[in-house]
């Protein structure tokens, strides 16, 4: 037998696709070609595969080999189709009979000695292959773990090529992957560390419950990087489709921790203010890898020091912020991936940030809004939350931790205020009131009467605020509303929205 073909699966983004593997042996001058667009890495498989096969005790076939990855037409990425091009390349050969292989999805990076390495991706890679109706997949032994939590996939696992050989020719058993044990407590940051500032509590409150975006603007000590750090610990844990996505994007990003778990916790990211564009919405040569806001996505991303960032940074967020996914181009092809996140920024007001604030600053009033205005209007106004944190006073400094609500505390008030919006929203498939279109918002029966938004309606009027400002608090307003049981938001909501809004409830 001169032909042969093995399943693999190739990614594009956080998407996979079944690939089958094909190897052609005929006469000729020994050579190896590989087509079906591959990349540098693919190209290179060739070399690996070969000393793999040699020093794993086979014989390499003396024959024009042609490796063909099908669809052809489909960009293919990475070192994780060289444990198929091997099975294939043997298969094809007459080395191996393909038989048991018949129907399962192989992955896997060969070393020159024959050890199957861990790929990146393995999680995307086996949800394609079940969406697909594959059942079965052999995958590297230390990504064993991730590739189990796919319901309903059987995984079994190779260290070495000898051990697929062995399996397929003599039928000798592979490796199970070992049971999940039980998930690590949770651990992080709790609220009731926060002195004081009972305006951003408030406000880290309202932006958690709604999925809103927050802007913490105080002087150095006020407590913003306190506030921003435990928002996560006041979100509700991921559901199972959102975390299989979560899960998913660090898999691809090789940021997966050990254990094969779901992520559940929201994830959270903080990127230094000296960050480029390509690490904040993802890039790189080949394949586009996602960046901070896709590995933040359903969850929290915190820009300290925000004015430090570039502008070119800043302004590539607003995108990924208004549609919840960012669209990276390349020649070879586009990549999307999803970026649902929660934007935090915290800023000082001003270059010289003396610790009183206002009241101790040298800056003049020219040099302070040169600073803020590193910010751009477009970006601050899909900011929903923007709130000034003053000094902490020496009696909040010194106040008990005990007395402080915790972050359990707050988060049942959160999950209650979630359910209750998605509840209501469940008809148009939309979850967080942060992500309902204000049209929607402006038509019955959701339209808030006149007397309860006629000071909003003056302030767009005047120029105060935009259209997008107008509904950005409506929905405020509808998240507080939720946070404090009720049906509708009334006059006073909307008046306390307004206020976190624009800063005016500082």
């Not at 052809?72 to 007459?94: M, Y």
């Not at 008809?427 to 938004?453: C, H, M, V």
């Amino acid at each position: 037998m001169s032909y042969a073909k093995v399943l693999c699966v190739g990614l594009v983004g956080v998407t996979g696709h079944l690939v089958e593997v094909e190897a052609d042996l005929a006469p000729g001058l020994p050579a190896v070609v590989i087509s079906g667009l591959p990349d540098t890495a693919l190209h290179e498989a060739r070399d690996r595969v070969r000393a793999a096969v040699v020093n794993s005790g086979q014989r390499w076939p003396n024959r024009r080999i042609t490796l063909n990855l099908l669809p052809a037409t489909l960009p293919k990425f990475g070192s994780a189709f060289d444990l198929a091009i091997a099975a294939a390349l043997l298969g094809g050969s007459g080395e191996l009979p393909l038989l048991p292989l018949e129907g399962v999805v192989v992955l896997g990076e060969l070393g020159l000695d024959g050890t199957v390495r861990p790929v990146r991706g393995v999680l995307p890679m086996v949800a394609a292959a079940a969406r697909a109706g594959v059942n079965r997949v052999i995958v590297p032994a230390d990504n064993a773990a991730e590739a189990a939590v796919i319901p309903g996939i059987r995984v079994r696992a190779v260290d070495t090529l000898h051990r697929l050989v062995s399996f397929v020719r003599d039928g000798e058993p592979l490796i199970e992957p070992a049971a999940a044990g039980p998930p690590p407590p949770a651990e992080g940051p709790d609220l009731a560390d926060v002195a004081g500032q009972g305006l951003g509590r408030r406000a880290l409150e309202v932006a958690a419950a709604g999925g809103h975006h927050l802007a913490l603007l105080g002087p150095p000590g006020a407590g913003k990087t306190m506030l921003a750090e435990r928002l996560p610990s006041i979100l509700p844990e991921l559901d199972d489709e959102d975390a299989l996505e979560v899960t998913a994007l660090h898999s691809i990003a090789g940021l997966l921790p050990a254990g094969g778990r779901l992520i559940r916790r929201p994830p959270f990211q903080a990127p230094h203010h000296s960050a480029t564009v390509p690490s904040l919405v993802g890039g790189g040569s080949g394949l586009a890898r996602p960046g901070a806001v896709s590995l933040a996505h359903r969850g929290v991303l915190f820009l300290d020091e925000a004015p430090e960032f570039s502008k070119g940074a800043l302004d590539a967020l607003r995108q990924p912020l208004e549609n919840g996914r960012v669209q990276l181009a390349r020649s070879r092809g586009g990549t999307e991936y999803p970026a649902r996140t929660q934007l935090v920024l915290a800023a000082n007001p001003c270059p010289c940030a003396k610790p009183g604030g206002d009241t101790y600053c040298e800056c003049s009033p020219l040099v302070r809004r040169r600073y803020l205005g590193r910010l751009s209007g477009p970006l601050l106004d899909r900011i929903d939350v923007q709130v000034r944190l003053p000094p902490v006073r020496a009696a909040e400094l010194m106040q008990a931790t005990a007395e402080s609500e915790s972050s359990a505390a707050v988060a049942r008030r959160v999950v209650a205020a979630r359910q209750a919006a998605a509840a209501r929203w469940s008809a148009i498939g939309r979850r967080l009131n942060a992500e309902i279109p204000g049209p929607f918002l402006r038509r019955p029966p959701w339209r808030l009467s006149a007397e309860d938004t006629a000071e909003l309606r003056a302030r767009l009027d005047s120029g105060s605020i935009s259209a997008r400002g107008f509904d950005r608090i409506i929905r405020l307003a509808w998240t507080i509303a939720d946070l404090d049981g009720r049906d509708r938001p009334n006059r006073e909501d909307v008046r306390e929205a307004t206020g976190l809004r624009t800063g005016e409830g500082s």
